[in-house]
C-alpha cells in the first residue's frame, strides 16, 4: 500500500506571503498528482509529475518531484484568498495524502 | 465546469429507504470511481470499475451496491444505511484504467444525509 504523509496539515497565512507544501512517502511512485477541493465540492486536478527532479509551474503555483520519485512539494509565491482550500496529493494506486488546508486570508 | 456530472447534489433518506447516485461522464474515459469523503477527511476510494466491469472492491459493506450499464454511467446503489454513511460521495474517471489510474476527474459530489 503506497502510503502518502502531507504535511503540514493546516496552513493559515495572509496575503502576499509564499508557502510550501510537502508529500512524502516510503514508495516510489511513476506519477503523483496534486488536487485542489474546494468546500462542498470534488478535487480538481492541478498537475501531474512523472519524472524525477521533474519541476513543474502553473501560473504562482510550482511543483517538484523528487529525484528519487518518492515525494514532492508544491509551492505558492504570493498568496491569495482564492487559493484557499484543501491540496491533496494522490500516487497512481489511487490513494490520496490527508492534504493541507490551506486559508490565505485577505 | 467540470465534465463529471453527478446527480442528485443533495439526499436525504432514512435508514429504510432505497435510492441511487448517479455520475456520467462523456470523455471516453474507460475506468471510473466512487470514493466517499467524510468532513475534514480525504477521500477515500470506494469502488473501481475497469472496461465497465468492477475490478476493486475496499471491503464496502454490501447496503452499497455500484453498477456500470455502460462506459459513460455509474450508479450506486444505497439501501438500509447508516446514519454514520452521511457523506460526500465523489464520482471520478480516468482515462487510463486500473492499475495505473494516472489523473482523476471529478464530480461535484452528491451530499448524503442518512436519518
Known amino acids: 500500500t503506497q502510503l502518502l504523509e502531507q504535511s503540514p496539515q493546516f496552513l493559515s497565512i495572509q496575503e502576499g506571503e509564499n508557502l510550501t507544501v510537502y508529500c512524502n512517502s516510503s514508495s516510489v511512485f511513476s506519477s503523483l498528482q496534486w488536487y485542489r477541493q474546494e468546500p462542498g465540492e470534488g478535487p480538481v486536478l492541478l498537475v501531474t509529475v512523472v519524472t524525477g527532479g521533474e519541476v513543474k509551474k502553473l501560473k504562482r503555483l510550482t511543483f517538484q518531484f523528487g529525484d528519487a520519485r518518492k515525494d514532492s512539494s508544491l509551492h505558492i509565491t504570493a498568496a491569495q484568498p482564492g487559493d484557499t482550500g484543501l491540496y491533496l496529493c494522490?500516487?497512481?494506486?489511487?490513494?490520496f495524502g490527508k492534504g493541507t488546508k490551506l486559508t490565505v486570508n485577505p | 465546469d467540470t465534465e463529471v456530472t453527478q446527480t442528485p447534489k443533495h439526499l436525504v433518506m432514512g435508514m429504510t429507504n432505497k435510492k441511487s447516485l448517479k455520475c456520467e461522464q462523456h470523455m471516453g474515459h474507460r475506468a471510473m470511481y466512487w470514493y466517499k469523503q467524510k468532513a475534514k477527511k480525504p477521500p477515500e476510494l470506494m469502488f473501481v470499475?475497469?472496461?465497465?466491469?468492477?475490478?476493486i472492491n475496499e471491503s464496502v459493506p454490501s447496503r452499497f451496491s455500484p453498477e456500470c450499464p455502460n462506459s459513460s454511467l455509474l450508479n450506486l446503489h444505497l439501501h438500509a444505511l447508516q446514519p454514520e454513511d452521511s457523506a460526500l460521495y465523489l464520482c471520478?474517471?480516468?482515462?487510463?484504467?486500473?492499475?495505473?489510474?494516472?489523473?482523476?476527474?471529478f464530480g461535484e459530489g452528491s451530499r448524503l444525509t442518512v436519518l
Open positions: 471520478a474517471s480516468s482515462h487510463l484504467a486500473h492499475p495505473v489510474a494516472g489523473e482523476l476527474f
Open positions: 470499475y475497469s472496461y465497465e466491469k468492477l475490478s
Open positions: 494522490a500516487g497512481e494506486k489511487l490513494v
